[in-house]
């Protein structure tokens, strides 16, 4: 009746303990050898702990969000195969001997039934139905659309919309206080013909007072432990520009337009990517760590780029390496072969780490501006926004021009504002004058 004890297994390098974030068993359940038992994330990688072989799952160790150490036990397989079924056959005929005696009072009550005790009982559910039935014919409705018999309770644009849709507002029940007729009245009114007298929407009158707790574990308790990091030990500022992408985007559907099949579309990540690598060399306080434990920074010469990615697991980060070696057409490619395989789950820890500077693109969503927070121990961080058409001044004549606007932050402790201010100048002239990229 002994259980067999399996172990969280080394795991990686360095690794002394690691999160449980989703169990895929439970207890009670058969499985095979290589099944998935449970999630499990460390510093460097969420892993799939196998079944080293079949059993039945007899114990777990530690929940959701609890740490397991290596080598401590993590799952108990059930080594009796038929304990499991024996310990079934035993509860079964504790609910016989439960159902045995409510089968013996069965057939009692049909031989009490002489007295007349439980005949009368019938009678009283049959005046309670009878009573509801006449409930809906009431017309309650009439009464409260009216204050006492006079006007209906409606604001001035509410009556203007009744008497332009033709509708009489004494037919109207309001759901607003003291039977007020509202707009979302009148509108049910309107949309079901005149067949209800008013029903408001359940968002403007049911309140909702139910909270879930959702437990903080896995990627989600990383990113938190990430950002608070961050923002308790590097001083941010932020640096706001705007940028005329009117060439850039000639360029883009240029380039586009030509491409191979083989060849990635693009966006203007690439070239933004290409900028940044070709500038880096005159802002070097920009690309690098900052260890304040030891009081170093480390400048590099790579331009490896974080590429910030929302997954439906959460924010990843992966990463292009030397962008400064790539043509555009492969920073494209890279780019969205690590951000393909950070949203797919397949990046592996080498896409994900050894970022000296990333770009957090907010396009998508559009916003005229954001303070992005700096990716720890790095010193400066890039947000793209939607590049839109606008209005500007351009020779004392107003145009129309595409701009993109553009959100920076950079670790006070090491970037100096004039530097940082210097480096997205820089960024803008090169975006502003794409050739320039190129040269």
Known sequence: MTNRVFKLPDIGEGVVEGEVVEWHVAVGDSVSEDDALVDVMTDKATVTIPSPHDGTIAVLHGGVGDMVAVGAALVEFDEGGDSPADSAEEKQPEPEKTDEPEVDSEPKAPTTPPPATTEPVAPPPVPAISTPAPLPTVSTPNESTGDS????????????????????????????????????????????????????????????????????VGLRRKIAEAMTVSKRHIPHFSYFEEIDVTELEELRQLLNATKS??????????????????????????????????????????????????????????????????????????????????????????????????????????GLGATPI??????????????????????????????????????????DGANGAALVQALKRLLEHPALIFM
Request: aromatic content about 4%; overall charge positive; hydrophobic content about 40%.
């Open 149 to 216: 018999g006079g006007k209906a309770l409606a604001s001035p644009a509410v009556r203007r919309r009744a008497r332009e849709a033709g509708v009489d507002l004494a037919a109207v029940r309001g759901s607003g206080p003291a039977g007020r007729i509202r707009h979302a009245d009148l509108d049910a009114f309107i949309a079901a013909g005149g067949m209800v007298q008013g029903a408001p929407p359940v968002a403007y009158t049911t309140r909702r007072s139910d909270v879930e707790e959702i437990k903080v």
């Open 261 to 366: 099949a083989e060849q990635p579309k693009l966006t203007y990540l690439p070239f933004i990517m290409l900028a940044l690598a070709k500038i880096m060399p005159n802002h070097p306080e920009c690309n690098g760590h900052y260890d304040e434990a030891n009081g170093i920074v480390r400048r590099y010469g790579a331009v490896n780029l974080g590429i910030a990615t929302q997954t439906d697991r959460g924010l990843f980060v992966p990463v292009v390496k030397h962008t400064e070696a790539m043509d555009v057409w492969q920073a494209a490619a890279e780019m969205q072969r690590v951000s393909g395989a950070a949203r797919e789950g397949t990046a592996s820890l080498d896409d994900l780490t050894g970022s000296t500077f990333t770009i957090t693109s907010l396009g998508r969503d559009g």
């Open 374 to 415: 700096i990716n720890h121990p790095e010193v400066a961080i890039l947000g793209v926004h939607k590049a839109r058409e606008m209005p500007v001044v351009r020779n004392g004549e107003v145009v129309v021009r595409r701009m993109m606007n553009v959100s920076s932050s950079f670790d006070h402790r090491i970037v």
